[in-house]
């Protein structure tokens, strides 16, 4: 958790003293930007509700702050708690007495039957006919490879390299569209991060003003007014977009820009769509380049700004550059183009494959069980384009299997013996 | 009735893999020891196939010879043909197989046996166990004698309640020509045991001056050998070859016509077989549409012609037998020694033992090999050792040796065996270890060594060779680690010459192994040193640093587990009374009675809510002991 917590004194969460309320940020240590102001409480065993260091957070309500720290912490080795867990701890380490304990069996058995309930509801639905199937795949692979290494003495035909390869990487694919899925029912809960990116004094805080029909950021005509990022809400046909204006990108700036830039390539990162924003008045710049070669491959929507001036940009390049993106022309001053430029947002942001009903991953124990399959599947991969030994293939296709396992509850190790012995014909 | 005036500290029931490694191991570790069995020349006897060794069994009897087993020096001595299984695969998985010398096999184990001081060998069929209080205290023979002892060892193998199926006939036997062991099945179940049943088969022996093996393809062993023992400093004795042939249409169409006459097909053999090793009309009726089937022809010794017929394991009648073998390229004119046969046996249900291989309901009465549900020689070579161990652990008051999931495929091996027991003779397959990665075949000696020698199976002067190994392969590791070269014409000239890229900056010499097509070897040359080291340790530093990544992320995971392994849980535990499990959460850890939280976890059915309440009930147990103990 080292850098997770700043007080407006600098002061770390190491430092913050038991059992006082301290005001500071929660700050994302990677990028050092600042998630949301919040109270902090430190309770230091054995001085706790368990026995045990407790960190309370108090955030903003919402879902936006409260996920976005939910992740930082996960991130940091923290994991959600399971039903009743704390008052385990505190009975396991001494706080509770023994009456208090039998209420504490009943909970774990309540909520496990409740949550299993709602589980097998959960699991009745499509995310169990997902896993399975993924499931089946990876036993499949798993079969393949494992009959490769015990049985390689054996007159068995073994699926060829390219196979396990094609198979892993359909495995991976359906991996992320169930990711995907996540971040569908993410955006409509909770909004799209929309990114406006572009150099500074093509208009961004100008399309912000107008998207939202107010005067929100600070336009002025010098270049690189807005210094930081700037976030507002709109809602285009019920869907919710967090736009985040950013500061202008410049390569030759003072600190205060370098800082901005390195935020807005942050922003970039976690963005579900980037509104690239070009100046049509003026030809392309290093600074347009540089930032067309960064948002290549985004979700993106290229918006070319002022056409109530005299049009000079090489459009044709910039169709060249992004031949599957859409172009949307502009005037975000005199307002022209946008109802346009909002359906391309909209349409962009309805994936046809996912409706409100087949988001299946919802809740973060599953995404974060599924995001950790599909780094072991990179790696499964990765190993069979290196062409190294099968048990070095395995070893990552038996972790994905497990990773899944965390989701449904199912082991696999025998599962892959089963299938061996039902498709091959071993034993000599 | 005649009880014997001597008394025993362990008595050892059969003469196979299991029961020799079980005797040797007690009265090498100090015990007056008894080995009972049935035929005195049996002693070490391979029923099945004329090897040692496979993909996984490798591990297992290089694990046994790092424990100061017997069983590697043993092949090592009387093998006729050693190879390495796996060889383009990585070395996690690389295994070694040796084809036996039967005979010669079970001469020298006898001999063994013969010189081992504190261990006596006699001939009896033992037909009861006798107990006294939950606790064993002899066995008694069918010729009356009752032998008196502090422990007893039983591996049967496939003798209790054998009963062997050839065609629709079938006989009661323990072995091919061997009388089988029907009152101890008795005894048993009278002890409290709850007994399976289960099925193996084996092939027919064919007369090898009936074969034509010129149309055959020959298999010649590794040139040179490499031995199991790390006792072994080289094999000097000849290799002799295998042959392989092939199944056919006209052999799968004999197989398919006769049917009617498999006890497998007709429902009269009741016991559940091995999957992975079906006879031959299992592998004809299951898998249609396979044109052929490989048959290896493997001698069964130097001095004779016997051969056997390895993946052609057979219960079909012997007329069948005849006909169909008869349609194999260069098995046309062939005589069959001795027939292919299915057999039944009783086995113990494994969940009925400690992972000590200690049974539940009788204290110092151990089960190993075969009537664990298992197969293969090496199986049931490891839990005779594991057994012979640990009873003569307990005969001196000491700590158990358990061996863990991260330690050896025997760890693997008996907590699969006690934590889910089986449905089918259990065989060790390198998929079993999750950390098999950890688990190589050469580095058993320097995860079991120590092992080994702290209880006394392995000697002084062995274990300081061992640490004198250890030591170089950590300087060298070093070395590797330290040493950095320049990237000088003359170094880059070489590099090209192995085959691999230039260098740019200063390289360690680690770093230069870490690349795929670089060897040990070739480090040496680049380097410059010339101390030549030994091979061995210089594929150990070849392993450690090329697989580097791998072991950390390995090893990572084997902390997970051991954190599991080592909560603890009370053997006093009376599962009926903690409220909130499930039924069959239940019967289960009753039955299993598991001794720590990570193999209660392995448990099937075991789920993450069952296991809390456990946690929850145990510390409440405590607390109410505790509180007590104050008010006393």
Known sequence: MKGLFADVRGERLKEVKSHRVTYGFIVDPESGRRIDEVLLTVMLAPRSYTREDVVEISCHGGMIPLTAILNLVIKGGARPAEPGEFTKRAFLNGRIDLTQAEAVIDIIRSRSDVSLRMATRHMEGGLSKEISSLREELIGIAAQVEASIDFSGEDIDIESRDILLKKSERVLKMINTLLKTFDHGRILREGARTIIVGRTNVGKSSLLNALLNQERAIVTPIPGTTRDSIEEMINIDGIHLNIIDTAGIRKRGGYVEREGMKRTMDLLKDADIVLMMLDGSERLTVDDRSIMREVRDKNLIIVVNKTDLLQVIEINEIKRAFPDKRIYTISATEKKGLDRLKDGIKELLTDKEITSESILITRIRHREALIRAKENMENAIKSIKDSMSEEFIALDINAAMESLGEITGQTFSEDVLNKIFSDFCIGK | ?632
């Open chain 2, 1 to 632: 009735m005649y009880t014997y005036d001597k008394k025993y500290d362990v008595i050892v029931i059969g003469a196979g893999h299991a029961g020799c490694e079980a005797a040797l191991a007690a009265a090498r570790m100090g015990c007056t020891t008894l080995i009972l069995t049935m035929n005195i020349d049996n002693i070490a006897m391979m029923s099945c196939n004329p090897a040692i060794g496979g993909l996984a069994k490798g591990h297992l009897v290089c694990e046994i010879d790092a424990l100061g087993g017997e069983m590697a020096r043993c092949i090592d001595r009387t093998g006729i043909q050693f190879r390495i299984l796996n060889k383009v695969k990585g070395p996690a998985v690389q295994a070694s197989r040796a084809q036996a010398d039967k005979l010669l096999y079970r001469i020298d184990m006898k001999s063994v046996l013969e010189r081992q001081d504190r261990l006596y060998i006699k001939q009896a069929i033992v037909d009861s166990i006798l107990t006294d209080n939950g606790r064993v205290k002899g066995v008694a023979t069918d010729t009356g004698i009752i032998y008196i002892s502090n422990s007893v060892i039983v591996t049967t193998g496939t003798f209790l309640n054998g009963l062997i199926h050839i065609g629709l006939s079938n006989f009661p036997a323990g072995r091919a020509g061997e009388f089988p062991s029907t009152k101890l099945s008795d005894s048993l179940k009278d002890i409290g045991f709850r007994l399976g049943r289960l099925k193996t088969g084996t092939t027919p022996r064919l007369d090898g001056r009936t074969i034509d093996f010129s149309v055959m393809d020959i298999h010649e062993g590794d040139d040179p050998p490499i031995p199991f023992s790390y006792s072994t400093e080289r094999i000097t004795q000849g290799q002799i070859p295998c042959y392989l042939t092939y199944t056919n249409e006209k052999t799968h169409r004999v197989i398919r016509e006769n049917l009617n006459r498999s006890p497998l097909y007709s429902g009269a053999i009741k016991g559940v077989g091995p999957r992975y090793c079906p006879s031959i009309e299992d592998k004809v009726v299951r898998f249609y549409d396979k044109e052929r089937h490989q048959i290896f022809l493997e001698p069964e010794g130097r001095n004779t012609h016997e051969f056997y017929a390895n993946g052609l394991s057979t219960s079909l009648p012997i007329d069948i037998q005849i006909k169909f073998l008869r349609t194999i390229r260069g098995l046309e004119e062939v005589e069959i020694m001795k027939p292919g046969y299915a057999i039944e046996y009783d086995f113990v249900p494994p969940t009925q033992i400690f992972p000590t291989l200690e049974t539940k309901p009788v204290k110092r009465l151990f089960l190993a090999g075969q009537i664990n549900g298992t197969s293969g020689y090496e199986e049931a070579a490891a839990q005779g050792l594991m057994a012979g161990i640990n009873a003569a652990l307990m005969i001196r008051g000491k700590e158990p040796l358990i061996l863990d999931r991260s330690n050896a495929y025997i760890g693997v091996l008996i907590d699969d065996l006690v934590t889910k027991g089986t449905e089918e003779p259990y065989r060790m397959f390198t998929s079993r270890a999750e950390y098999r990665l950890l688990l190589r075949q050469d580095n058993t000696d320097m995860r079991l060594r120590e092992k080994g020698f702290k209880i006394g199976l392995v000697s002084k002067d062995e274990y300081e060779r061992f640490l004198d190994k250890r030591n170089r392969i950590k300087m060298e590791i070093e070395r590797l680690t330290n040493i950095s070269i320049r990237p000088s014409r003359i170094t880059n000239d070489k590099l090209l010459e192995i085959g691999t890229e230039e260098i740019k900056t200063p390289t360690s010499l680690a770093n230069l192994l870490r690349r795929p097509n670089i060897k040990y070897k070739d480090i040496e040359a680049i380097d410059g040193n010339g101390n030549a080291i030994d091979e061995r340790i210089g594929k150990q530093v070849e392993i450690e640093i090329k697989y580097h990544g791998y072991i950390k992320r390995q090893l990572a995971q084997v902390e997970k587990f051991k954190k599991w392994e080592q909560e603890k849980m009370p053997q006093s535990i009376d599962y009926d009374h903690i409220p909130g499990l499930s039924l069959e959460v239940r019967e289960k850890l009753n039955t299993v009675r598991p001794i720590s939280f990570g193999q209660a976890s392995r448990i099937s059915g075991m789920t993450p809510s069952a296991l809390s309440i456990i946690m929850i009930y145990i510390e409440k147990i405590r607390r109410t002991k505790r509180a007590r103990d104050e008010k006393a």
